[in-house]
């Protein structure tokens, strides 16, 4: 870092080295981390695997996280989804955060395990509890829709705000969803456009739809159709499908734009 001497990442990769070859699992962990971003050293994820698989060896959480990042993407060594998840798995049961949430994504999708939505339920609920905030969407998800947990989207809401008010784009537009609908909150359209608007601030497109659609409908806005297709046209331009669908709706129609069929 610089402290107390001149900043030199070679050196300080050198160190680290001799620090891991003299068992320092903390200097494994570092010799790693250097071989894989190229930090004073140039980059080799071959032996920043085996310098993560050696510190695993001594029962490193951290590495274990690691390792499974590394089977998961076949950086350093051959993919392989199973090891990957047996990794996540013992991280996080090992108190890993990251590897409690990468494990209930596991159990989610099932395409490496058998898919499992209590139990998918249960690690984003651990890592959720432990502050990460991806989780905490997770469990507002599940508990919205009812996955893997009795349905309950009253709390759901309640999680769906924690991660929004942590950053969490998908979140506020779930919450903004929830105030539309009435789900497990009172309903309010304004302040469904406002939650919709901080997930589009934050560069959510699904949320430009939503948008379009408070505009075109006059929900919580004054009705301008104009207006609604003007955003419908940013989102489909953007890639979503259902702002393709609804300009092609405003087009047929003639709402919001020339009849044009």
Do not use: P
Not at 49 to 71: G, M, P, V
Not at 190 to 214: H, L, P, Q
């Amino acid at each position: 870092n610089g402290e107390g001497v001149a900043q030199d990442e070679a050196v300080a990769f050198e160190w680290f080295l001799k620090a891991a070859m003299n068992g320092s699992v903390e200097g494994m962990l570092n010799a790693a981390r250097c071989y894989s971003s190229g930090e004073g050293v140039s980059v080799d994820k071959t032996k920043a695997f085996e310098w993560y698989a050696s510190a695993a060896e001594e029962e490193s959480i951290i590495a274990l996280f690691q390792l499974a990042i590394c089977f998961d993407n076949g950086e350093g060594t051959q993919q392989n989804k199973k090891k990957a998840f047996e990794c996540f798995l013992k991280a996080a049961e090992g108190g890993n955060v990251a590897g409690m949430y990468a494990t209930g994504c596991c159990y989610e999708d099932g395409l490496v395990v058998s898919q499992n939505k209590s139990k998918s339920y249960h690690w984003f609920t651990k890592a959720a509890s432990q502050g990460n905030v991806a989780a905490m969407y997770k469990v507002g998800t599940c508990l919205y829709t009812g996955q893997g947990v009795a349905q309950d989207k009253s709390i759901a809401f309640d999680w769906f705000t924690k991660a929004a008010s942590n950053g969490n784009v998908d979140a506020m537009r779930s919450v903004g969803v929830c105030y539309e609908n009435g789900d497990g909150v009172e309903q309010d359209s304004a302040k469904a456009y406002g939650w919709f608007m901080k997930a589009v601030n934050n560069g959510d497109i699904e949320a430009i739809v939503k948008i379009g659609e408070c505009h075109f409908y006059g929900k919580g806005v004054t009705e301008d159709k104009a207006q609604g297709f003007d955003l419908f046209m940013k989102a489909a331009n953007n890639g979503n499908t259902v702002g393709m669908c609804k300009v092609a709706q405003c087009y047929s129609t003639g709402q919001g734009t020339t009849q044009d069929k």
